[in-house]
């Protein structure tokens, strides 16, 4: 019997453990056996390592990979584009299933919200054969309705994984908010959601882009990426401090968008205050329970904010990013993110490296 190594969350904020499943062979119609080949660690997994978001413990978190097909169960003949499929294909897939059936998937087609969605890395308990759905592991067994991706040729697996499930959450949020041509936009945060959102705001013919954050050498990635300005948090200790910086740099009435990417609550009042006048604010990064903010929601209505939130993304939006990344200066940019490697028997040093901020984006390399 064929055994797959994986690095397991057993109780949030411990460390993880290193354990072995069975590799179940016998495919049912519609799976898919894939090789491991890079995980990326997403700010969302050091979330819920410390128990930001309640998920059914043991499981195997990474919902963020690529990998080589290994097995093709009965009637999976092609991928989500309609590409042929077969054993050897180097894939990505979309970390989430939604049912299709339920109110918000058929009435109100919001599938984000699904009433049975289930993400790979996040909503499996290990313990429950067959075990291997995430990415944190050599192997893992897609689910049948999996939305699979075949990845050119010329697309290395550094720029798909360096790119995350960041660009796919940042295409269905500008998406939503909309980038008018011309826009002066703000990005709160440099982490890899921030650089996303900078990515595709430029995409979206915005004529500045401004990103607040830190560390530094994450402003330098920034900068690299295009942002025609960055405001550092060491500089400017004060939401006051920033708001000045950011003005200076977009007009004294402030950005037309404002995209909230850095997943701590506090990012969100100063937002609004980084916003134009009837201008857009979008909540991107808040994907766990970070904890509660006090705001003044007179501040929304005496500015005329458009205030929207967006929730993860659709199969729709990987095909987005890798169309995005077929393009030789955002695949080379988001590959260049891949900064730190790690074995799987390193993933907790991995966890603790994003933690940090030290990374661009960090991966295990099973």
């Given at each position: 019997m064929l055994n797959s190594k994986v690095a397991v969350l057993t109780a949030y904020n411990a460390p993880l453990e290193m354990r072995e499943y069975p590799v179940d062979e016998d495919l049912k119609p519609g799976e898919a056996l894939a090789r491991v080949e890079m995980a990326g660690i997403c700010g969302t997994d050091v979330h819920l390592w410390k128990g930001e978001l309640p998920i059914p413990l043991p499981v195997i978190l990474g919902h963020e990979s690529?990998?080589?097909i290994v097995k093709l169960g009965a009637g999976l003949e092609r991928d989500w584009t309609g590409q042929p499929l077969a054993v050897g294909d180097r894939v990505v897939w979309a970390s989430s299933l939604v049912c299709g059936e339920c109110y918000y998937c058929r009435i109100k087609r919001?599938?984000?919200?699904?009433?049975?969605r289930k993400a790979y890395g996040i909503s499996y308990c290990c313990n429950e054969a067959p075990h291997l759905r995430g990415g944190y592991s050599e192997w893992i067994l897609l689910r049948a309705g999996s939305s699979i991706f075949k990845l050119p040729q010329a697309l290395p697996t550094e720029a798909i994984v360096g790119a995350g499930c960041a660009l796919n959450t940042a295409l269905q949020g500008v998406e939503r908010i909309g980038i008018e041509m011309g826009d002066n936009v703000v990005v709160q945060g440099a982490g890899p959601v921030g650089l996303a959102a900078l990515a595709v705001a430029l995409e979206?013919?915005?004529a500045k882009v401004v990103v607040v954050g830190g560390p530094e050498h994450r402003l330098k990635m920034a900068l690299e990426f295009g942002a025609h300005g960055v405001v550092s948090l060491d500089e400017h200790k004060t939401a006051e401090a920033r708001l000045a910086a950011v003005r200076a740099q977009v007009g004294e009435y402030g950005a037309d968008v404002v995209l909230e990417c850095v997943g701590h609550p506090s990012a969100v009042p100063e937002g609004f205050e980084l916003c134009r006048d009837g201008g857009k604010y979008?909540?991107?990064g808040q994907y766990a329970n970070a904890g509660n903010v006090e705001f003044n929601p007179h501040v929304i209505t005496k500015k005329?904010?458009?205030v929207m939130g967006s929730?993860?993304?659709e199969p729709r939006h990987v095909l987005g990013a890798i169309e995005m990344l077929t393009r030789s200066h955002w695949k080379d940019l988001f590959a260049?993110?891949?900064t730190h490697r790690f074995s799987l028997d390193q993933a907790n040093e991995a966890l603790q490296t994003v933690r940090r901020?030290?990374?661009g984006k960090a991966v295990i390399v099973p």
């Amino acid at each position: 019997m064929l055994n797959s190594k994986v690095a397991v969350l057993t109780a949030y904020n411990a460390p993880l453990e290193m354990r072995e499943y069975p590799v179940d062979e016998d495919l049912k119609p519609g799976e898919a056996l894939a090789r491991v080949e890079m995980a990326g660690i997403c700010g969302t997994d050091v979330h819920l390592w410390k128990g930001e978001l309640p998920i059914p413990l043991p499981v195997i978190l990474g919902h963020e990979s690529a990998g080589r097909i290994v097995k093709l169960g009965a009637g999976l003949e092609r991928d989500w584009t309609g590409q042929p499929l077969a054993v050897g294909d180097r894939v990505v897939w979309a970390s989430s299933l939604v049912c299709g059936e339920c109110y918000y998937c058929r009435i109100k087609r919001t599938p984000t919200r699904c009433l049975k969605r289930k993400a790979y890395g996040i909503s499996y308990c290990c313990n429950e054969a067959p075990h291997l759905r995430g990415g944190y592991s050599e192997w893992i067994l897609l689910r049948a309705g999996s939305s699979i991706f075949k990845l050119p040729q010329a697309l290395p697996t550094e720029a798909i994984v360096g790119a995350g499930c960041a660009l796919n959450t940042a295409l269905q949020g500008v998406e939503r908010i909309g980038i008018e041509m011309g826009d002066n936009v703000v990005v709160q945060g440099a982490g890899p959601v921030g650089l996303a959102a900078l990515a595709v705001a430029l995409e979206h013919g915005a004529a500045k882009v401004v990103v607040v954050g830190g560390p530094e050498h994450r402003l330098k990635m920034a900068l690299e990426f295009g942002a025609h300005g960055v405001v550092s948090l060491d500089e400017h200790k004060t939401a006051e401090a920033r708001l000045a910086a950011v003005r200076a740099q977009v007009g004294e009435y402030g950005a037309d968008v404002v995209l909230e990417c850095v997943g701590h609550p506090s990012a969100v009042p100063e937002g609004f205050e980084l916003c134009r006048d009837g201008g857009k604010y979008l909540v991107l990064g808040q994907y766990a329970n970070a904890g509660n903010v006090e705001f003044n929601p007179h501040v929304i209505t005496k500015k005329q904010l458009t205030v929207m939130g967006s929730w993860a993304f659709e199969p729709r939006h990987v095909l987005g990013a890798i169309e995005m990344l077929t393009r030789s200066h955002w695949k080379d940019l988001f590959a260049k993110q891949v900064t730190h490697r790690f074995s799987l028997d390193q993933a907790n040093e991995a966890l603790q490296t994003v933690r940090r901020l030290e990374a661009g984006k960090a991966v295990i390399v099973p």
